[in-house]
């Protein structure tokens, strides 16, 4: 199967079935979007939703958070994967947007990136989201699911690559909702370990599937060996 007509499949069914898909962090504006998507590198986003509403609380606005030390931040973050690092982050994070962008959040992948732990995908997700531009962050889903489906090369080993490969076949307007289309079935579908591919209505075309899934079915069990039967029956 040609790749235009992977995509083609894609795009079909998550935009007839998943019309309207969102993030599943839980926020109110920018500013607690990029709390929330900082946060949330290499940790949950049911985790990350039960630490913010504190967190906000006492700190709602960048200038709260600039003012604050790690040492502040930290027992609010202390449940989150690497709470000392992003407790660093944080009040990183809170002192540049107050002092180079007025307490907003930049719109521009280029300004995100120089806020302390924002790098590539954090900004993405941030443009797309927010500012729904056609930015796709490639997290360890995005990664594994797009592979999965062929629909990045294999030679495509580095997020950026996916990244490239997945913009050059999505329309503009749809690469924020596929973001989220490839995330979300691999959080609930196309899982790491054990992916429920019984339940995956996209198995009629996914190239993991066809390659090791369908193969892993039709290979007959391997019969014990002989002596190793005969050890058996002699017990």
């Not at 992003?86 to 120089?114: C, M, W």
């Not at 806020?115 to 889903?141: C, E, F, W």
């Not at 039709?218 to 050890?231: G, H």
Request: glycine share 4%; with cysteine.
């Amino acid at each position: 199967m040609r790749k235009a007509e992977r995509f083609r499949l894609f795009i079909d069914y998550f935009t007839t079935n998943f019309p309207e898909p969102e993030t599943e962090l839980t926020y109110a504006n920018p500013y607690e979007l990029i709390v929330a998507v900082v946060l949330s590198a290499q940790c949950t986003d049911k985790r990350v939703n039960l630490v913010t509403p504190a967190l906000l609380q006492q700190y709602p606005t960048p200038a709260h958070l600039a003012a604050a030390s790690a040492e502040d931040i930290f027992p609010f973050i202390r449940s989150i994967s690497y709470p000392n690092n992003k407790a660093k982050h944080l009040v990183g994070l809170g002192r540049l947007l107050v002092q180079d962008f007025g307490g907003e959040v930049p719109s521009t992948i280029e300004e995100l990136q120089r806020l302390p732990g924002v790098g590539r995908k954090t900004a993405n997700v941030v443009v797309s989201v927010i500012y729904n531009q056609p930015a796709m962050a490639v997290d360890t889903h995005v990664f594994r699911v797009s592979h999965r489906l062929g629909l990045v090369l294999k030679t495509a080993t580095t997020p950026l690559a996916v990244e490239k490969g997945l913009v050059a076949h999505i329309p503009e307007e749809l690469i924020p909702k596929a973001h989220h289309w490839l995330i979300l079935h691999g959080r609930y579908i196309c899982l790491a370990r054990q992916p429920k591919c019984a339940q995956c209505p996209l198995t009629g075309w996914c190239k993991y599937y066809a390659d090791v899934v369908s193969k892993e079915m039709t290979t007959p069990a391997k019969k014990p060996s002989t002596a190793r039967t005969a050890a058996k029956s002699k017990a």
